[in-house]
């Protein structure tokens, strides 16, 4: 891939930027593991930028966010890392970026063998049987859906996507509170000093208490997904 050069990215930049650890955290990988694949020329850092000392930052954007997630959803469904690689190049080869048309895809599997199709493919109910056999499992369906309402729906777990969201207008594309430009990782350093809901509430009166407690949570989640 051809690194893209960013001056500031937090100026309009609708790549995103997150460097290794961030990545790791969002997508839910071990940050070893995202070194090896990074390592092996499987997903690679694509972005970089320079700060006001003009040292270099070389980070991800949030295409390459999604690959390392859903690489590492196939690796937990058994497939392997070839088969994993190999199935995220075909959806971006027919379907390019992340985006609302992979709303339409269907990664099928049948004997750890790994078929991309979209909508006008034919792609069938969840699981194709033949007699008692599984023919074809389909895997990510209800996941790729939500792509039509959210940009966002393969790294954001379905249980706060009420409470936080991936902008890459906003704060350079980390983890905000829903509609707002609130970080949730400073919702989460809030806490960790000693901080209860109610003192960050008073401080931020206009984000509903439940939110807070929505984007501790998803940050608690991280935490909890990082040490697996």
């Known amino acids: 891939m051809t690194t893209k050069l960013i001056t500031n990215p937090t100026n309009g930049n609708s790549l995103g930027f997150y460097t290794p650890a961030e990545a790791s955290r969002i ?36 295409e390459t966010l999604v690959f390392l997630r859903l ?39 049948r004997d750890k063998e790994v078929i991309v199709n979209d909508e006008s493919d034919g792609y069938g109910s969840t699981v194709v049987t033949k007699g008692h056999q599984v023919i074809w499992e389909v895997f990510f369906g209800e996941e790729f859906k939500r792509l039509k309402e959210r940009a966002d729906a393969l790294l954001i777990p379905e249980d706060y996507m009420n409470y936080v969201e991936i902008d890459l207008s906003i704060q350079n594309g980390l983890p905000i509170i829903l509609n707002t ?29 439940r939110k807070i407690k929505g984007a501790e949570e998803y940050e608690q989640f991280l935490d909890k997904v990082g040490k697996n």
């Not at 940050?31 to 930052?57: A, F, Q, Y």
């Not at 350093?189 to 009166?205: A, N, V, W």
Request: hydrophobic content about 40%; proline content about 4%.
């Open 71 to 109: 690489i590492k959803l196939l690796r937990s469904k058994g497939i392997s890392l070839l088969e994993s690689v190999k199935a995220i190049k075909k959806l971006n080869t027919r379907l390019g970026s992340p985006s609302r048309r992979w709303a339409d895809a269907r990664i099928f599997v």
């Open 181 to 209: 430009s609130i970080l949730t990782n400073l919702i989460h350093s809030l806490c960790q000093q000693g901080y209860e809901y109610q003192d960050i509430h008073d401080m931020y009166s206009f984000i509903p208490l």
């Open 27 to 62: 997508a839910q990988v071990p940050l070893w593991t995202v070194h090896d694949w990074r390592r092996k020329g499987i997903v690679i850092p694509t972005v970089e930028w320079i700060d006001e000392t003009n040292k270099i930052h070389v980070g991800h954007t949030f």
